[in-house]
Structures are given as C-alpha cells and as structure tokens.
C-alpha cells in the first residue's frame, strides 16, 4: 500500500530541511563575503582603531561642519521625499484608474527612467542647468532673467535633480497600494452619499497609506545616502552625507571616521525601517479584501 | 408628480463598443414592491441596476427614481441603498462607522450617527458587533453589515446585485428570508439581481426575466411559472419539457390548439398566440403535470432516479423528443425498456410558435 | 468629471518631468557643437564615432559586460535557489533569511560601497572582474529572489503534484512541469539583474581602478572633469538599452501571463 494522501500532499509540496538549507547556501556565502563581511570590518575600523573607542562617532556630533552635513542630508531626504510624494501620488491615481494604451505610456514613463542609468539622467541634469543651458535659454527667453542663472551646484539643483530620479521608487509602491482598492468601493461611498472629493478623503486616501509609507521610507532611505547625483549636481556647499564619506575615504584616508559615518547611516536607516516595520502595519486592513 | 419609492426604466438601452447589454427594456418597480431581475450571466441584469444607481448612463432612455427624471444625477446625489456581490464594507473603518458613513455624508452629528447606527445593526441581528473591523466578521454577517448601511439613512430604494451568491447555501436561504422580512418591515422598494431562479421565486413579488439584454417577460412568480409567454421563460424557469409539432388547425390566442407531431401523435394544449393551420409549434409541458393515461401519448422509459419523495422518470417519444415524469412514491415505477402512455390537461401544455 | 481631468492633466506633466530630461540628449547627440545645443545646428555621428574609436570607453564598456553578464547569471542562479526554499521549503530561520534579501536594498549603496572598497582594497580585489561580479551579485540578488518568488507564488503546486501522481519523480516534475511555468520569471530576474549591474554607479565609483573601470564609473569621471558630448552619445545609447530591456521585460511578461491563462 502506498503513504496516505496526506503524506504524499506534503511530500509534495515541502523539501527537507535539508535541502532547503543546501539551496541557501551559495546565497549565504556570498551575502558573507561580499555585504557582511565588508560592512563588518568597516564597523569594527570605527570602533575598534586605534583601540576600543567611541571617539570617531563623538567626532561626528562635536564638530558643527559635519553635524551640519548630518542636517543638510536629512533636510533635503525630506524635502526629497516630499516633493516625490506630490508629483507621484496625482500620477499613481490616474495610473490606477487608467486602462489600454493610456496605462501603457504612463507605465512606461515610470519605468523607463527606473531602468535607465541613474548617471544618464543626472548628466541630463547637468546640461540642462548649465550657465548655457537649456533652462537657462528659456529662462531668458521667457524673459524671467536678462543674464544666465546660476543654477548647477546650488541645493535646488541637487533637490530637483534627486526628486527626479527617485520619484519612480515614489509612485510604483503608490500604484500598487492603489490599484489593490477595488473600484466597488468608491462605488459604494459614492452611492452612500459621499461626493468624489469626500469618497477620495475618507476611502481612497486612507486604503492607500501602505503605499504612501512605503513609497516614502524607500524615497527618504535612498536619498539619505543618495551618492551621484549630489556629487555631480551639488557643490562643496551642498554636501551631503555620502559625499562627506567618500570624502573620508578617498581623499582623507581616515577609514575610522568614515566607518563612523557609515556606522550613523547605518543607524539612521535601521532605526526608520524598524520604526516603520511596527507602526505602520496599516497593511492589514488592505489584505482584508 | 413624485412617488416615493417608484423605480422605472423607460426604453433603456445601453451598449459597450458593440455589445448591446440592455436592449430597449421598460420596467416598472411600484413602491414597497420586492422587483427581481432574473437572467443568465451576461443578460445585463448589472448592467440595468448599475444605470439605476447611476454609475453607467444610458445610451438611450430614461431613469426614473420617486417619479423623477433622475438618468443623469450622480450616484450620491440618488439617496438610494444599495448591497453589492463582493463585500464593499471599508475595510478601514469599524462596523459602527461603516454604517454610520451614510449619515456622515449627510451630516447627521456625531453622537446620533452612532446611535442610529447600532439601531440599524440591531434590525439586521449584529447589535454588539459595531466596534469589530469588518474581517473579523464572517461573509454572511459582512452582507448583513452592508444591507444595515444601506438602509441606515432611511432610503426608500434599495438595489442588491447579487448579494448573496458569496455564501453557503444555508446561510443563503436565512438570508433570504431576512431580507424579504426587513423589507416588509421597513416598506422599501427592493431591486434585486439574481440569476438563481429558486432565489427569484421564494423573495421577488414580482420577476423580470431578461436574456440578451431584453426583457423577456414580467409578472408574479406563479405567473412566470404557469403562464410562461414565451419559449425561453418556460425554459429558464422550472424544469419544461418542449415537444415539436405542426399546427392541425387554427387557433387564437388562449384557445386549445393541437399539434401533430413528426410521427402523427396528436399534442393538445393551449395556443399562447394565435395559430394558423401548418404553422410550426412547440408544445411545453412540465414533469409534474405529466401523467399515465391509457389513450395518451406512448413513450419509452429510458431511465429511471429514485429521489426520495418521488421518482422521476426518463422518457423519449416515438418522434425522439425528451421528457421527464414524476410519479409519486409508493406508486408503480415502469423499468426502462417499458413503453407507458402519458397525458396531460391541455391547459397545462403551452403552445409556441415557432421552434426547432 | 472635472476632478478626474485635473488629475489626469497633472499627470501628464509629471511623466513630462519624468521624460523630458533624458530625451532631450538624444537630439543634443548629433549636433555638430561641441557645447550641446537644443536644437541641435546639424546633424553629425561624429560623437558616436568618437565613442566607438575610443579605446577607453570601449574598454569600459566591455568590463561592464563582462560584469554584467557574470553577476546576471550568478545572481539568477543563487536567487532561484533562494526563492524555491523559501517557497517550498521550511528552512530554519526563515524571517532571518528574509531579512537577509532585503539587506543590500535597505542599506545605503554608499555604506557597502565604501566597505567592499576597504576590504577589496586589502585583498587585491579593487578594478577585478571577480570584485565587481560578487559586488554587483549582492546588489541584483533581492530582485531577482522577488522576480522568481513571484513566479513561483503564482505557479499551482497541485501541477506538480499532478505530475508526481502520474508517476514522475520529484526532479522530473519540476524540471517538466515547474520549471517551465516559472521561466519567464527567472528570465525577468536575469535581465533586471544584468542592467542593476550594468548601470550600478556607487560602489563602481569606488572598487574600479585605473585598469579595471566599468562605464558608469568612466562616465562618472567625464562628467566631473569633462563634459564631452561623447557623453551625449554615451547617455543615447544606455538609455536605447534601457528602452530594449524594458520591452524585453514586457515581451517575457506577456507570455508568462499568457501562458499561465493556458
Ligand atoms: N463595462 C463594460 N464594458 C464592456 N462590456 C460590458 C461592460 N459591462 C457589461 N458589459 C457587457 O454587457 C453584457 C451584460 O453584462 P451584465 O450587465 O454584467 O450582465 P449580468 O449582470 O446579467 O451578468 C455582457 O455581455 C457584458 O460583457
Ligand atoms: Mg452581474
């Protein structure tokens, strides 16, 4: 006689653990190797050399230019996220809502950017802010200005710019929070008396928090450490916190202090993630339906 | 002038590209009536009721709610209820504000919108539950929710695609009962789609059958059931018999006719339109009004199924039609292979014209 | 609805936003100037030309590749495996396992780069192919675990246990039956991977050395020191790249849906 049934439904749908683990291991190697590892000797460089020390990350937080640097990085993170979150969310509703070739060219203008190198579009940036730039033709043109702007290496550059390179990471998480909230129910607040404004505040909005959460922890998280496009848009007046590291690295040699830097992003980036983790499980009312 | 409670469609029609989902249909629900719309899928059932509560507009015709002109209001502006198939309960609010949303919409404050609104759950038999999430509740209790939202504002229309095609057979026949008794209760026109005839018949007062878009017939339940007008209604409702034939004589509409069938067997009924001489028919008769009868019609016994109260018999005629025969338990049970002769009151075979 | 056309109107000037500025130097590209103008006075490939004669950038290029292709095919291979145990397997801690595939998308690109440059550096790794494809592995591995685990959540296990129940071994039911269905995802899962590691700037910037560079890093250095308009071309042809890859990706979704639909 053969195993019963239910034997053979798990045979079938489960490997041993055994196996399971054999499959992980290439992955576990090489996480090692190449992210753990790496991330490991760095941390223990900042804290560790010349001998057990917290000095390296009291360094960060004495000295006003690099606390200043510290602010800057998350002053414009968040006017980053920010300025993503009103141009992606506009743009996520009327993906969601649109159907055929519409959707499709929408898509494609979110994606398209996504997967395009993210130093093609800054170097755009930088042509287009040049002192005979295209913007600033126009500018004069329109007639806002008689002489060039100075707009490459300024703050607002270096927020455009990264607004522009993040604001995919912005709306794909939108459209999909979106798109999950079925129609029937603006259906239903539209029948029960709520005029579209009203159904958008007290259904739409509300359903689509997850996505607005996630689409911000990923804006703010890449742009706080947000490397390129500072350091090509911005100047010496606009650094931010990566380009402070490189700093450390490649022109300065002090591997403890840049390992101390690493180590407050780091923080920084854990301590959002598992903040978010926990308060924001507003998932669980979407994955009712 | 108005009338609370009336709905009415006058020549709808609307298409989609070239679908043509509802196809010139006039209907009438009265106030306080129970109105069912019944078809097989696709026969535009939704698509009518989506024009009533105003998120499809006709591509011609009339919407009329209370006796207005109300075929391009928008949706929230129609103070009518309404329950959808899937449950659309927000899944962010607690029962007690699902229900209270309507009132909120239309600025009833605060502290009677709570109040109302464990009134209205009271009336569908969830008082208590007002401070749950919605899936913490079941699918059938969700629907319950749902129809208190709808009729916590007092509407004097309620419209329902389907509601209770989600849920376990018992618990839709509960439901059923429920929902004809509130509606009773409360005195509230009902507009309800459904393509389960059996749901049809036990809640509607009245049934409008539809197939392709058009209105095929409406009345009473007995009405569709004994005095179908025309093949398909025969067909959709019921279990029917159909027995082709040629017209002997002549015959106006309600009067008996006779068909001859393909092998000369005589079939007697009642002409639902008037018959001229070799027109072609269709005779309709249904399982339980066939009998024995020594000078009736001979039939082979293909197959008989024992079910319980009754058997039912398999026959085929000698012209090759099919038909089904109840006998009654403790009665004699032919076994196949036999030949028996059957009959029927003429008034209970429905004479069509037309047909294969 | 009125409400609805705001919407969309403001919609439409977002995606402009988005667009624009990449697409304006495809016609900057074959201006004769060697300032770009918008418009462009002429019509010239001599930028072009310029890129393809020039044996850095093509030496940079082909190093990209190279660590393209090698970091696609381990990253696809690794994450297939990793995807099939968490879906099929129970391995012991799981939710760490799950920590560890967001890992490199939840740590900044700046922290990894800077610390592979420390370690690479002490090695003797920095401007090698094997740096760059375990670097660049790491990073395409998260997304091409999810690109296979979607697929793999989509397939019906009752397949292959139908399969098993008409007498096929394990490994033949998945090879046959599995496999088949949830190719299209490790083929999105490959592509992705090799245009993560194709277009990875960071830690490129800080792991290449004078021999060994990949073209992000080299058009990093240019844009720095040199603005060029072989830049303009440069950028014109990644961004064709992208455009290839993307219907790709369409094209591989498609037929999986449409297979899945059979
Ligand atoms: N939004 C729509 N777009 C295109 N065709 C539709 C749409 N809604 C309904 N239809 C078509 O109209 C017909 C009637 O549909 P519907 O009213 O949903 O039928 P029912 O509810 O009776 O099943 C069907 O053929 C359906 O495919
Ligand atoms: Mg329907």
Same mark, same amino acid.
């Given at each position: 006689m053969s195993r019963p049934p239910s034997a053979f439904f798990r045979g079938a749908r489960e490997m041993s653990p055994a196996l399971s683990l054999l499959l992980l291991l290439p992955f576990l190697v090489v996480l090692f190797i190449a992210f753990l590892l790496p991330v490991g000797v760095l941390l223990h460089e900042s804290l560790f050399v010349p001998a057990a020390t917290l000095e390296h990350y009291a360094r960060v937080f004495d000295e006003p230019v690099y606390l200043r640097v510290l602010w800057r990085t998350i002053r414009i993170a968040a006017l980053v996220t920010a300025i993503c979150l009103v141009l992606g969310y506009p743009l996520a509703v009327a993906m969601a809502r649109a159907r055929g070739v519409a959707l499709l060219l929408l898509a494609a203008c979110v994606m398209l950017p996504l997967w395009t190198s993210v130093l093609v579009r800054t170097y755009a940036w930088t042509v287009l802010m040049r002192r005979n730039g295209l913007i600033n033709d126009l500018l004069i043109g329109l007639g806002f200005t008689d002489a060039p702007v100075r707009l490459l290496y300024t703050e607002g550059a270096v927020v455009v710019a990264m607004a522009h390179v993040l604001l995919p990471f912005m709306v794909l998480p939108l459209w999909t929070a979106l798109r999950a909230i079925p129609t029937d129910y603006a259906r239903a607040a539209a029948i029960l008396g709520a005029r579209p404004l009203r159904s958008f505040v007290e259904v739409t909005l509300p359903l689509s928090l997850p996505g607005v959460a996630?689409?911000?922890?990923?804006?703010?998280?890449?742009?706080?450490?947000?490397?390129?496009?500072?350091?090509?848009?911005?100047?010496?007046?606009?650094?931010?916190?990566?380009?402070?590291?490189?700093?450390?690295?490649?022109?300065?040699?002090?591997?403890?202090?840049?390992g101390a830097l690493v180590g407050c992003l780091l923080l920084l980036t854990l301590v959002l993630v598992a903040f978010f983790n926990r308060a924001m499980r507003l998932d669980r009312f979407v994955a009712s339906s | 002038m108005t009338r609370a409670g009336e709905v009415a469609v006058e020549a709808l029609r609307k298409t989609f590209g070239r679908v043509v989902a509802v196809d010139d249909v006039s209907l009438t629900a009265e106030p306080a009536e129970f109105l069912a719309l019944l078809g097989p899928s696709g026969s535009g059932k939704t698509t009518i009721l989506m024009t009533l509560a105003g998120f499809e507009h006709p591509t011609s015709g009339r919407v009329k709610l209370n006796g207005e002109d109300a075929t391009w209001w928008p949706a929230h502006r129609r103070n009518i209820g309404m329950v959808f198939q899937r449950t659309t309960l927000f899944p962010h609010m607690s029962v007690r504000d699902n229900v209270a949303f309507p009132l909120k919409m239309r600025g009833v404050p605060a502290r009677e919108r709570g109040a109302q609104a464990d009134e209205a759950l009271a009336t569908v038999r969830l008082a208590g539950y007002g401070d749950r999430l919605p899936n913490q509740l079941s699918g059938g209790q969700q629907q319950r929710v749902a129809l208190a939202r709808a009729i916590v504002y007092r509407p004097p229309i309620l419209l329902m695609d389907e509601p209770l095609s989600a849920l376990d057979k018992a618990l839709r026949e509960e439901m059923q009962l429920e929902i004809k008794r509130l509606q009773r209760a409360l005195g509230i026109t009902v507009v309800f789609?459904?393509?389960?005839?059996?749901?049809?018949?036990?809640?509607?007062?009245?049934?409008?059958?539809?197939?392709?878009? +058009?209105?095929?017939?409406?009345?009473?339940?007995?009405?569709?059931?004994?005095?179908?007008?025309?093949?398909?209604?025969?067909?959709?409702?019921?279990?029917?018999?159909?027995?082709?034939?040629?017209?002997?004589?002549?015959?106006?509409?309600?009067?008996?006719?006779?068909?001859?069938?393909?092998?000369?067997?005589?079939?007697?009924?009642?002409?639902?339109?008037? =018959?001229?001489?070799?027109?072609?028919?269709?005779?309709?008769?249904?399982?339980?009004?066939?009998?024995?009868?020594?000078?009736? =019609?001979?039939?082979?016994?293909?197959?008989?199924?024992?079910?319980?109260?009754?058997?039912?018999?398999?026959?085929?005629?000698?012209?090759?039609?099919? =038909?089904?025969?109840?006998?009654?338990?403790?009665?004699?049970?032919?076994?196949?292979?036999?030949?028996?002769?059957?009959?029927?009151?003429?008034?209970?075979?429905?004479?069509? +014209?037309?047909?294969? | 609805m009125t409400g609805h056309r705001v919407v969309d109107v403001y919609a439409w000037l977002v995606c402009v936003f988005l667009m624009v500025p990449t697409i304006i130097i495809i016609p900057m590209s074959v201006g004769p100037d060697r300032f770009l103008q918008f418009p462009p006075r002429g019509f010239t490939l001599e930028w072009y030309g310029?890129?393809?004669?020039?044996?850095?950038?093509?030496?940079?290029?082909?190093?990209?590749?190279?660590?393209?292709?090698?970091?696609?095919?381990?990253?696809?291979?690794?994450?297939?495996?990793?995807?099939?145990?968490?879906?099929?397997?129970?391995?012991?801690?799981?939710?760490?396992?799950?920590?560890?595939?967001?890992?490199?998308?939840?740590?900044?690109?700046?922290?990894?780069?800077?610390?592979?440059?420390?370690?690479?550096?002490?090695?003797?790794?920095?401007?090698?192919?094997?740096?760059?494809?375990?670097?660049h592995t790491v990073l395409a591995l998260p997304f091409a675990v999810f690109s296979v685990l979607a697929a793999l959540r989509r397939f019906d296990p009752a397949l292959e246990m139908a399969a098993r129940s008409c007498g096929a071994s394990r490994w033949r039911a998945f090879l046959n039956v599995t496999l088949p269905q949830i190719l299209p995802g490790i083929a999105s899962a490959a592509l992705f991977a090799f245009i993560i590691s194709f277009d990875e700037a960071v830690v490129s910037f800080f792991i290449s050395d004078i021999d060994g560079k990949t073209l992000p890093r080299k058009m990093f250095e240019d844009i720095d020191y040199d603005l060029s308009p072989v830049l303009a071309a440069v950028a014109t042809l990644l961004t064709a790249l992208s455009v290839v890859v993307l219907l790709a990706a369409h094209w591989i979704g498609r037929r999986g849906a449409a297979r899945g639909a059979v």
């Amino acid at each position: 006689m053969s195993r019963p049934p239910s034997a053979f439904f798990r045979g079938a749908r489960e490997m041993s653990p055994a196996l399971s683990l054999l499959l992980l291991l290439p992955f576990l190697v090489v996480l090692f190797i190449a992210f753990l590892l790496p991330v490991g000797v760095l941390l223990h460089e900042s804290l560790f050399v010349p001998a057990a020390t917290l000095e390296h990350y009291a360094r960060v937080f004495d000295e006003p230019v690099y606390l200043r640097v510290l602010w800057r990085t998350i002053r414009i993170a968040a006017l980053v996220t920010a300025i993503c979150l009103v141009l992606g969310y506009p743009l996520a509703v009327a993906m969601a809502r649109a159907r055929g070739v519409a959707l499709l060219l929408l898509a494609a203008c979110v994606m398209l950017p996504l997967w395009t190198s993210v130093l093609v579009r800054t170097y755009a940036w930088t042509v287009l802010m040049r002192r005979n730039g295209l913007i600033n033709d126009l500018l004069i043109g329109l007639g806002f200005t008689d002489a060039p702007v100075r707009l490459l290496y300024t703050e607002g550059a270096v927020v455009v710019a990264m607004a522009h390179v993040l604001l995919p990471f912005m709306v794909l998480p939108l459209w999909t929070a979106l798109r999950a909230i079925p129609t029937d129910y603006a259906r239903a607040a539209a029948i029960l008396g709520a005029r579209p404004l009203r159904s958008f505040v007290e259904v739409t909005l509300p359903l689509s928090l997850p996505g607005v959460a996630s689409g911000s922890l990923m804006v703010f998280l890449l742009a706080l450490g947000f490397f390129v496009t500072p350091a090509l848009v911005g100047g010496p007046q606009q650094m931010m916190i990566a380009t402070l590291i490189s700093q450390q690295v490649r022109e300065l040699l002090n591997w403890p202090f840049a390992g101390a830097l690493v180590g407050c992003l780091l923080l920084l980036t854990l301590v959002l993630v598992a903040f978010f983790n926990r308060a924001m499980r507003l998932d669980r009312f979407v994955a009712s339906s | 002038m108005t009338r609370a409670g009336e709905v009415a469609v006058e020549a709808l029609r609307k298409t989609f590209g070239r679908v043509v989902a509802v196809d010139d249909v006039s209907l009438t629900a009265e106030p306080a009536e129970f109105l069912a719309l019944l078809g097989p899928s696709g026969s535009g059932k939704t698509t009518i009721l989506m024009t009533l509560a105003g998120f499809e507009h006709p591509t011609s015709g009339r919407v009329k709610l209370n006796g207005e002109d109300a075929t391009w209001w928008p949706a929230h502006r129609r103070n009518i209820g309404m329950v959808f198939q899937r449950t659309t309960l927000f899944p962010h609010m607690s029962v007690r504000d699902n229900v209270a949303f309507p009132l909120k919409m239309r600025g009833v404050p605060a502290r009677e919108r709570g109040a109302q609104a464990d009134e209205a759950l009271a009336t569908v038999r969830l008082a208590g539950y007002g401070d749950r999430l919605p899936n913490q509740l079941s699918g059938g209790q969700q629907q319950r929710v749902a129809l208190a939202r709808a009729i916590v504002y007092r509407p004097p229309i309620l419209l329902m695609d389907e509601p209770l095609s989600a849920l376990d057979k018992a618990l839709r026949e509960e439901m059923q009962l429920e929902i004809k008794r509130l509606q009773r209760a409360l005195g509230i026109t009902v507009v309800f789609v459904t393509h389960d005839q059996t749901e049809a018949l036990t809640m509607a007062d009245r049934i409008a059958v539809l197939d392709h878009g +058009r209105l095929m017939q409406v009345g009473t339940p007995q009405a569709l059931y004994e005095s179908p007008e025309n093949p398909f209604v025969a067909g959709f409702i019921g279990e029917t018999a159909f027995l082709d034939g040629v017209a002997e004589r002549s015959a106006d509409p309600g009067g008996p006719a006779t068909l001859r069938a393909a092998d000369g067997s005589k079939l007697h009924g009642t002409a639902v339109a008037a =018959l001229a001489t070799g027109d072609t028919a269709q005779l309709a008769v249904r399982p339980e009004r066939i009998r024995r009868a020594e000078d009736g =019609l001979a039939a082979e016994v293909i197959e008989t199924f024992y079910v319980g109260a009754e058997t039912a018999c398999l026959l085929r005629t000698a012209f090759g039609a099919q =038909l089904r025969m109840r006998i009654a338990a403790g009665a004699d049970v032919p076994a196949p292979g036999e030949t028996v002769r059957v009959a029927w009151d003429p008034a209970h075979g429905r004479i069509f +014209r037309g047909g294969a | 609805m009125t409400g609805h056309r705001v919407v969309d109107v403001y919609a439409w000037l977002v995606c402009v936003f988005l667009m624009v500025p990449t697409i304006i130097i495809i016609p900057m590209s074959v201006g004769p100037d060697r300032f770009l103008q918008f418009p462009p006075r002429g019509f010239t490939l001599e930028w072009y030309g310029a890129y393809f004669s020039d044996r850095d950038w093509i030496a940079a290029t082909l190093f990209s590749l190279k660590a393209g292709v090698i970091a696609a095919i381990l990253a696809t291979v690794i994450g297939t495996m990793v995807a099939l145990s968490l879906v099929r397997g129970r391995p012991p801690g799981r939710r760490a396992i799950e920590t560890l595939v967001v890992g490199p998308i939840v740590v900044p690109h700046i922290a990894l780069a800077v610390a592979l440059f420390l370690v690479f550096d002490r090695l003797g790794l920095t401007g090698t192919l094997v740096g760059f494809a375990a670097a660049h592995t790491v990073l395409a591995l998260p997304f091409a675990v999810f690109s296979v685990l979607a697929a793999l959540r989509r397939f019906d296990p009752a397949l292959e246990m139908a399969a098993r129940s008409c007498g096929a071994s394990r490994w033949r039911a998945f090879l046959n039956v599995t496999l088949p269905q949830i190719l299209p995802g490790i083929a999105s899962a490959a592509l992705f991977a090799f245009i993560i590691s194709f277009d990875e700037a960071v830690v490129s910037f800080f792991i290449s050395d004078i021999d060994g560079k990949t073209l992000p890093r080299k058009m990093f250095e240019d844009i720095d020191y040199d603005l060029s308009p072989v830049l303009a071309a440069v950028a014109t042809l990644l961004t064709a790249l992208s455009v290839v890859v993307l219907l790709a990706a369409h094209w591989i979704g498609r037929r999986g849906a449409a297979r899945g639909a059979v």
